[in-house]
């Protein structure tokens, strides 16, 4: 230790201190520089005095200088759980890919943008229906007790030609009976349809979807046969 710390003395030009404890403290105690300056650094004293030491084991630290006690690092985290297992392979082979005939592919890639937009639009039933039947009064909804809901052809039209409609939904007795009537026949469901189908082809306009909730059966259709809700018949077997 002699050998070393007269080594580090002899590179500074600095006048050392006087001895304090012994001929290689004294050597140690004298300011040091590094290799890049003349100017002693504190890391040097503090790292020569940590080497070195005092008489009593305790390290020699320069005027002003405190050693600090660090808490304790925490443990390390645990490692993470294992990848789960991935699922054996399913022994049924993928089904085959949907096959869309040619005519479908044609009629889809002629389509614009906003025609495409118009095939996913659905309003419902009433935005095309008139309640006007033989009721005294031409506005919507006038006369509830004897009027009769009838295709708004014009209605529809502005729909087929301005938003190139693509499906409609529920029966105009969705929200309760005109007066006795509480539903339209299938028959009649066939005409409204048959007639739907008539405007959108001379508009050139795809076919439209007609949907209809059937969750107890054909409750919305006049005269057929009203069921238990699927839910219900699925719980008795």
């Known amino acids: 230790r002699q050998s070393g710390a007269r080594a580090w003395s002899s590179r500074s030009t600095a006048t050392p201190h006087p001895p304090r404890y012994s001929t290689a403290r004294a050597s140690c105690s004298a300011p040091l520089t590094d290799a890049y ?6 890391s ?45 392979p399913s022994p049924h082979p993928p089904p085959p890919e949907v096959q869309i005939d040619d ?5 889809v890639s002629a ?9 996913m639009t659905q309003i419902d039933i009433s935005q095309v229906v008139s309640y006007t ?12 007790r004897s009027c009769q809901p009838e295709l708004d052809r014009q209605k529809l039209r502005t729909w087929l030609s301005q938003f190139g409609l693509g499906s409609l939904l529920n029966s105009p007795y969705a929200s309760g009976c005109v007066g006795s009537v509480c539903g339209w026949t299938a028959a009649q469901f066939r005409a409204f349809v ?44």
């Not at 005519?103 to 009629?107: K, M, S």
């Not at 039947?133 to 509830?144: Q, S, T, V």
């Open 103 to 107: 005519d479908v592919r044609e009629a």
């Open 37 to 42: 300056s003349s100017t002693p650094t504190s």
């Open 44 to 88: 040097m004293l503090v790292s020569a005095a940590l080497l070195l030491g005092t008489g009593g084991g305790e390290p020699l630290l320069p005027s002003g200088f405190r050693l600090a006690v660090w808490p304790p690092l925490p443990p390390p985290p645990p490692p993470p759980p294992p990848s789960p297992e991935p699922p054996p």
């Open 111 to 119: 389509m614009s943008i906003e025609q495409k937009v118009g095939q």
């Open 133 to 144: 039947g033989n009721c005294k009064g031409g506005f919507l909804w006038a006369d509830r």
């Open 194 to 237: 048959r007639e739907v189908q008539l405007e959108a082809a001379a508009a050139g306009v795809p076919p439209l979807l007609f949907g209809l909730d059937s969750t107890h059966g054909a409750a919305y259709v006049l005269d057929a046969t009203v069921l238990p809700h699927q839910l219900s018949v699925g719980a008795t077997f």
